[in-house]
């Protein structure tokens, strides 16, 4: 068995350790999709704290329908590919290697500022509503509905952490 903190190669990197972060989605990159000093201090804090590999959030990839939501970052522009540089410069100053996830929201999509229209390889949307938390100051979470158009519907849950959600009517 070999100890995880040794060095291991991934493909034709060498890795400081076996310990990957896996990818989280963020939302903190500008609404424009740039990659911002909030995300490169989150990717730097986990260099840091001693992950040999860090795996990004979903990023989209054409100006198209590929991003799927709010202020998820993309790679397709000079100040987006900027932004990433700034990122992978810190992460790889403190000793950690970073892979961008590359991602297309097919019918996934909640939030897009280049189309309102998805692309998938299924004929129709799916169906649902999507959730936003918003977090309050005792701890509850207000959870915020939406249809599948980012339409907010007339109904809202409150969730304290950890419990059960009970739903009402606004």
């Not at 900027?82 to 929201?105: C, D, P, T, Y």
Request: aromatic residues 8%.
């Amino acid at each position: 068995m070999s100890d995880v903190m040794q060095s291991t190669r991934f493909t034709n990197q060498t890795l400081a350790n076996r310990f990957a972060l896996a990818p989280m989605t963020r939302i903190s990159a500008e609404p424009n999709g740039t990659p911002n000093d909030i995300m490169a201090d989150h990717y730097e804090a986990y260099a840091k704290g001693g992950f040999g590999l860090l795996i990004t959030e979903g990023t989209y990839t054409d100006d198209g329908a590929s991003q799927g939501y709010a202020n998820q970052p993309g790679i397709i522009n000079d100040a987006q590919i900027e932004g990433w540089k700034a990122i992978v410069n810190r992460v790889h100053a403190a000793g950690s290697k970073i892979f961008v996830q590359l991602m297309h929201a097919g019918a996934q999509v909640q939030a897009n500022q280049y189309t309102n229209q998805p692309a998938a390889p299924q004929r129709s949307q799916t169906q649902g509503r999507a959730t936003r938390f918003l977090w309050r100051s005792d701890g509850m979470a207000d959870a915020k509905d939406h249809d599948h158009s980012g339409h907010p519907v007339r109904d809202q849950r409150v969730c304290p952490v950890g419990g059960q959600c009970q739903s009402r009517r606004i």
